[in-house]
């Protein structure tokens, strides 16, 4: 943390001699680079309802050679939260302007930073002039006078200080439902850091702010929950304002300002005895090694007579977490903080986990209402309270983006495949229609024989990019994945459980580089161990709730149609193609043997995620042009995977490294680069290579001289090429059926990444 300068301070920032009257600085400074006003609330309603919310109104300026005569450009953008007891639901919203789409659009073509596809993504929908869904554009102007608080944001929101130094907030969203109340004061504002000054991370200080906040306010006014309106009854709310950073170009090239991220955990605390209480905590996370270094760290406490105290030392550790389904991010929704300084331990608890505001044109992250339970120096207190946590989540790599829902995924199955079972985990395994049978049941044995020969392969990695494409599904289609979320361990499992069969068919002693499953277990426990892994799909769909008897046999349907496409791919691999590498050899006619291997990775891995993706859209009730687009497009994005993995065969970086290049060639088995080259190479050439590697066990040499020669007749990068247009050609027929959207953008990014690994764009030289 570095120090501010005092004769730095923008002029318009509050003097050491206005500390008393801080909300003097309320309306906006022409100095900031960024600022912000934050409110929260609680309230009850006169029917006993118990509501919560909250809305961050956000003023970016940066300058901008094409804003004319003043060269600055304003961006503004809304996010917004509201949780009602009576369904226990919380809904968010983030609202932008036109400016914030094209400042988000510019600084993104800036951004080296950004991982190429996710940018490229991204681009595509921002130079539509929208923003992607969630995020929404303001309807009306925005209006934001320099000299007063008077914010206007469309017709949607405002916030503005009344005349007797009240603040009315209004937030609406699309239906209706939202909250027009007014917050009076009842402390005095209270300046954060040193004086109101927030040390950034920029040694000059030329990215510091200037922070206060009123800790508690009453509440007069109305809310509407599902379309009716209810008068406050009693209430309490906070406000936030802080102003400051640098006026940045807009144009500047930035490098995403490397691996270091910033993240932070935020709370505000009304507690029962009349106090209120700040925390936060704010670090920089290495997005390559996951190491947090702490950058700041203050907790503030204000006695109801408005005195502020510096509480000094604290421990706020995280307890349950949540993954959200839409983007992944994992959150704390429980904590424990401790002040032993004052002799003060609190429990905190979300009042529901999905709490979480997806802003796509800044950050998303989770803003929740939370409980509070606990004891200052031995006597009991409570209270409400909001938490806010930003989490790392810069789109620098897929891949490392892709270990986000695997992290999901892995807890999810270690819960279905424990490390022991009991007599109700042991009932699952065997039918719901068995009640009685675990109790006959060897539970060590049945472990022994279907759970761990699973467990050996799932914690040996994996991608898990086959549930991931399920959950983007459900949300291209309209739906909600987080109901589904179960279905996801369902569908990793469908996948482990053909690798291990197949690798008892193919004899492979190696998977995921490690031992295969039934060098470990044997042959007999695997195939059954592997085979059992796909009916955990029938044991999950039993428990969704809310699932009628027409989609339920239609998801049934698609399940089954998927395995027997599976199925009958794999049939035709483990015949292999010698037949028609023979006769493309003896016509000089490729066009067979090419449609042949493309047919085998459309059944085997591209049906597999075509059914997945059109479970999901059914399961959204999606209409049924919808379903075929997203079947078809990811069916596509399964087919390039396959093709890249023949290509990664022959680069050589498949597991690490750990598997030498040419293993297919070794084991004379066709793959698309060999089947290409049959019309690339001259007959002559081809005939020999063939003769080379098709009995089997070619040596090292011979295989290093058929991959040379697959390079450089260019059926390797025809290969990368086809599988990027089988991409490209899916999505413009699936682009006009869908919504631009977040998940549009991680789904387009996941199919150039399909089609192009990062393994694979480097061309080896042999």
Known sequence: MHSVDVRMRPVDWPTPDEMGALTGHDGPHVSAGIEWWYINLHCQTTSGVQCSGFAAFFRTTNTDVQAGASGLLHSHMLAWGLWDSRTGRYRSGSLVDRAAVQARCRRLMGDRGTEAKFKRAMLDVLSTGRPPAPDRLLAGPVLVPVNNLDLRYGNQACFVKLDDASYRLVVRSDDGDGFDVVLHPQRPAVPHGNDGVVPGRREDGQDSMFYYFVPRTALTGHVVLNGKRESVDDGVGWYDHEFGDRIADLDEETTGAGPEQPTWQWLGLHLDNGFDLTVAELDDEDSTTGVTTSRDRFAILVGPDGERLDVGPFTLSAGREWT??????????????????????????????????IAVLAVSFWEGRVSVKGTWSGREVGGLGFVEVVPAQRFNRIKSFLDRPGAEVRRQLHRLYPDTLDRGTARDFLGVDLPDAPTEVPLTDLHAGLVKPVRHLVDSGGKCWRPFLLMVAIELAGGEAEPFRDLMAAAELVHVGSLIVDDVEDRSPVRRGGPSVHSIYGEATAINAG?????????????????????????????????RAAHAGQALDILGHDEAMWHAMATNDASHIEQRVLEVHRLKTGMPARGLAEIGAVLAHAAPPVVRGLGCYFGAVGQAYQICDDVLDLRGHLCAGTRSPG???????????????????PPAEIKELW????????????????????????????????????????WTQLEPLIEPSYSGIVARALGWYAASRDSVLSRVEL
């Not at 959200?324 to 002799?343: A, C, Q, V």
């Open 324 to 357: 959200s389904m839409r983007t992944f991010n994992t959150y704390p929704i429980s904590w424990r903080l401790e002040i032993p300084g004052i002799g003060l331990r609190l429990d905190l608890q979300a009042a529901t986990a999905p709490q979480e505001c």
């Open 531 to 563: 085979t059992a892994a796909y009916f955990v799909f029938d044991r999950l769909l039993r428990t969704l709730p809310d699932l009628d008897a027409p989609t339920t046999l239609r998801v049934y349907q698609l399940f089954c149609e998927t395995l």
């Open 663 to 681: 293993e297919d060639l070794r084991n004379a088995k066709v793959t698309l680069p060999l089947a290409l080259a049959v019309a690339l190479l």
């Open 691 to 730: 003769h080379g590697i098709h009995r089997g066990n070619a040596d090292q040499e011979t295989v290093r001289q058929c991959i040379q020669a697959l390079e450089q007749c260019g059926a390797v990068e025809q290969s990368l090429a086809f599988a990027e247009a089988v991409v490209d050609r899916a």
